[in-house]
């Protein structure tokens, strides 16, 4: 695709297969880098080679552009590569070198997510270095020996070029207007960063794309009071049931605490279930939920999952008590207003309060007539139901404990204590229930903790089509609503508490980004006003870029962001390769400020819409792209696709009024210091 973006603005072979060698060229120069850092083929290393082939393509196609342009000319096709390169080579560096000072904080980012996208930004600037280098030289060096000198050509030379002349044309006409009603083009940017400031507020957020991996993880809460027996059979009903769901390749589950189970379930391939996990998971809910005696959760399995708590959902939220008493009032009350969210789903809570137990007592009197010690007693029931481990058989090959226990038919009811006896030193067997009564109490299956202190919790899935934070809002609400005593503390735990922490640092992320970038042109340009200009250009691609988020109903995660961040470093070559003409005319022509950027966007459209469409295409997989685990890919493409459409249709106009506003304030802050010199220069000599 990107090649055929080149030849159509280009027509001819060998200027369109020029670019496309820095390519190939980049890539595998990217791979030898990798291999010597350790790095992988993964999820996150693709993803930054993808969206490479539409960034690496940029330098050749700048520098191949500005070549052809003197072909055109009539220049020979030697005098032609050295003239264009020489007068484009400082533009080529300054868009890699600003493009790759995005990703320094991305670098310096710490936490799981900086651990994780460290990988990325490394490999994308290092292509993109690679590219800088390559463009520099062997594009060039191919054009001075392969392009030929401007020669007639076909119908579809003429067709396309009529076609872009046409465009050029209208674009200088609407450039006029807009340059003629600058304030007005200045309110719309100014409109621009607003509508910025409010989507990027207001847009759904979340933390990582939900994947579809084919695999699903299902957990079993039963009942508090029930047997491993009883538990087993609810188990195996539960897998019956999933099993006969069309989109269900086989499941397999296992008991594990005192009344849970776990299952992990393995879905058809995309092609042949034709449905999502979630959409799977939305049609066994109602089916499950007829299972008697358990509350079944069951959520998709992912590719990346922070925190190490085991939990039967996929976010948690945790109160933590400085005593148990408050836990066991409070944390039920909670659970109950978490129920009533719409926007969560599979709420439970690891609070097991309720088992049963029986509490054996023994009359003294009675045990100390027939000579029976407590310690007896407690030895016989540590027999018959504590799998106490008596002898140990040896074999050739092997080793067996023996264990002794009473039969499995007297486990299940406390009634089977009547028919248990104790030994007297005599030798009698005396009945238990001559000695002892029982009687029937609740007790915590588990007590959890957090830290030193008691703790309680809660877990929940996202509803469909629901996100993260408004999610996390809604909890905090339901939170204050309830009255929670000074003695409860609340947070987010896992996922949700790494999301929280990401949101508090992606303004200062992309904060950071643009102050690289400041500082990045700043020395390139030694100049404090232009690098500004550049930047103008970043809010309408951070509009396009919410905006294709909300069109297409994705939430505003981690991958997202990095492509808020990428649309900084690339959206800037626009202007950068519009104010690197203006101040050469202005310095070797010398023309005023608005003649020469009028003249430097017509000159410069052809070669920003052929890298801002190659750009477009290199993120257009990721957007389209299908198959298990594409979530994660799509919301980078789909941003940076959206913020590249919109930065084209206004940083063309906007970028021109910006330099002509600032140019005057330039000569304005001249002339004021000038007049201060000359005021000081003509003031009396004081003489002492």
């Not at 409010?198 to 009071?225: C, M, T, W």
């Amino acid at each position: 695709l990107v090649v055929l973006v080149v030849f159509l603005f280009l027509r001819e072979v060998w200027a369109t297969l020029i670019p496309s060698v820095a390519v190939p060229l980049s890539l595998v120069g990217t791979f030898g880098v990798m291999y010597l850092l350790g790095y992988s083929i993964d999820n996150l290393s693709l993803m930054a080679l993808t969206i490479s082939t539409g960034f690496v393509v940029d330098d050749a196609i700048v520098v191949i552009e500005n070549i052809t342009r003197y072909l055109e000319k009539g220049m020979k096709p030697f005098a032609a590569a050295l003239k264009g390169a020489k007068e484009i080579g400082f533009t080529v560096l300054t868009i890699s070198f600003s493009l790759i000072a995005v990703f320094i904080p991305l670098l310096l980012m710490g936490g799981i997510v900086g651990r994780l996208f460290r990988e990325f930004a490394v490999t994308l600037s290092v292509a993109i270095v690679l590219s800088m280098v390559i463009s520099l030289t062997a594009t060039p060096m191919m054009c001075a020996h392969l392009l030929k000198e401007q020669q007639s050509h076909g119908w579809f030379y003429r067709t396309s070029e009529r076609f872009f002349e046409w465009v050029v044309a209208t674009y200088g006409r609407t450039l006029n207007t807009a340059l003629n009603f600058a304030p007005i083009t200045l309110a719309i940017l100014l409109a621009t960063i607003g509508l910025t400031v409010y989507l990027f507020i207001h847009v759904p957020k979340g933390f990582f794309p939900e994947q579809d991996n084919g695999r699903i993880n299902g957990s079993i809460i039963a009942d508090q009071d029930t047997s491993f027996q009883a538990l087993d059979k609810v188990l195996l009903r539960t897998i019956g049931v999933i099993k006969a769901d069309a989109g269900v390749a086989d499941a397999l589950g296992f008991t594990g605490g005192a009344n849970s189970a776990r299952m992990f379930i393995s879905l058809k391939p995309l092609n042949d279930r034709k449905a999502t996990a979630q959409q799977i998971i939305a049609r066994l809910r109602p089916k499950l939920s007829k299972v008697p005696g358990a509350n079944i959760v069951l959520q998709a399995a992912q590719d990346v999952r922070i925190g190490g708590r085991s939990s039967s959902a996929e976010y948690q939220f945790t109160m933590q008590g400085d005593n148990l008493a408050d836990l066991i009032v409070y944390s039920p009350k909670m659970l109950t207003k978490m129920k009533s969210i719409g926007l969560i789903t599979d709420t439970n809570t690891d609070l097991q309060n309720h088992g049963l137990q029986a509490m054996v007592k023994y009359d003294r009197g009675t045990a100390a007539r027939f000579n029976i010690a407590p310690q007896a007693i407690d030895d016989t029931l540590y027999d018959a139901f504590g799998q106490r481990q008596v002898s140990t058989m040896y074999s050739s090959l092997n080793q067996y404990h023996v264990v002794m226990e009473a039969a499995p038919e007297f486990w299940q009811d406390p009634q089977f204590l009547r028919e248990v006896y104790v030994s007297a030193p005599d030798g009698r067997q005396v009945p238990l229930s001559a000695l002892a009564s029982y009687e029937p109490e609740t007790a915590p299956l588990t007590v959890s903790h957090q830290g030193l202190f008691p703790a309680v919790t809660i877990s929940f899935n996202l509803a469909p089509n629901a996100s993260l934070g408004d999610a996390v809002n809604a909890i905090n609400a339901a939170a204050l609503s309830i009255g929670l005593p000074k003695t409860i503390h609340t947070l987010f735990a896992g996922t949700a508490q790494a999301y929280q922490d990401s949101l508090g640092s992606e303004p200062v992320l992309i904060a950071a980004a643009l102050m690289t970038v400041y500082l990045v042109l700043g020395i390139l340009y030694e100049s404090l006003v232009h690098p500004i200009t550049i930047i103008s250009t970043i809010p309408s691609a951070g509009v396009g870029g919410l905006l294709a988020l909300y069109v297409t109903h994705t939430d505003l995660t981690i991958i997202a962001i990095i492509g808020l961040i990428l649309l900084i470093g690339i959206v800037k070559k626009n202007a950068i390769m519009m104010i690197d003409f203006a101040l050469a005319a202005e310095r070797d022509e010398g023309k005023n400020s608005r003649d020469s950027i009028y003249e430097a966007c017509m000159l410069r459209l052809r070669p920003i819409l052929m890298t801002t469409m190659a750009a477009m295409l290199g993120a257009l997989p990721l957007a389209l792209g299908t198959g298990t685990g594409s979530e994660l890919r799509q919301p980078l493409g789909i941003t940076i696709i959206g913020g590249l459409v919109v930065s084209q249709m206004l940083t063309l106009y906007t970028t021109p009024v910006v330099y002509l506003y600032f140019d005057r304030l330039q000569h304005w802050w001249a002339g004021k210091k000038g007049g201060e010199k000359e005021n000081e220069s003509r003031r009396p000599a004081v003489v002492l």
